[in-house]
C-alpha cells in the first residue's frame, strides 16, 4: 500500500503564490503517475496537474501558465508551484498516487489541503 502526506495549503490574496508537496511512502512502484486534483463546494474534482515518473506532464486548461508540476523520485516527493493565483483556484486540493502492475491499476487519495485565494 501506498500513503500519501500534503502539505502547503493556506490563505492567500489573488495574485500571490503557494508550494504543496505531496509525499508518498510505502510500496512506491518505480513507475508511477502523481498529482494533484481540486474540488471546489459544489463542483466536481477536477484536474489540476499530474506527472509521471519520466517527467511527463499534464496540466488542467485553467492552470497551465501559472502553475509547474515537479517531483522528486528519490524523495517519491511530488510539488506544485502555483503562481498568480486566482480566486476561482480556492478549494481542496488532492494528491493522487497511481500505478499499474501485472494488469492491476493502483491508485490512492491524499487526505486533502485546503487552498484558499481571496480577492
Known amino acids: 500500500q501506498v500513503q500519501l502526506g500534503e502539505s502547503g495549503g493556506g490563505l492567500v490574496q489573488a495574485g500571490g503564490s503557494l508550494r504543496l508537496s505531496c509525499a508518498a511512502s510505502?510500496?512506491?512502484?518505480?513507475?508511477?503517475?502523481m498529482g494533484w486534483y481540486r474540488q471546489a463546494p459544489g463542483k466536481q474534482r477536477e484536474l489540476v496537474a499530474v506527472?509521471?515518473?519520466?517527467?511527463?506532464?499534464i496540466y488542467g486548461d485553467s492552470v497551465k501558465g501559472r502553475f509547474t508540476i515537479a517531483r522528486d523520485n528519490a524523495k517519491n516527493t511530488v510539488y506544485l508551484q502555483m503562481n498568480s493565483l486566482k480566486p476561482e483556484d480556492t478549494g481542496v486540493y488532492y494528491c493522487?498516487?497511481?500505478?499499474?502492475?501485472?494488469?492491476?491499476?493502483?491508485?490512492?487519495w491524499g487526505q486533502g489541503t485546503q487552498v484558499t485565494v481571496s480577492s
Open positions: 506527472i509521471r515518473s519520466n517527467g511527463s506532464t
Open positions: 493522487k498516487y497511481g500505478d499499474l502492475n501485472a494488469g492491476r491499476v493502483y491508485y490512492v
Open positions: 510505502g510500496y512506491i512502484f518505480t513507475i508511477n503517475i
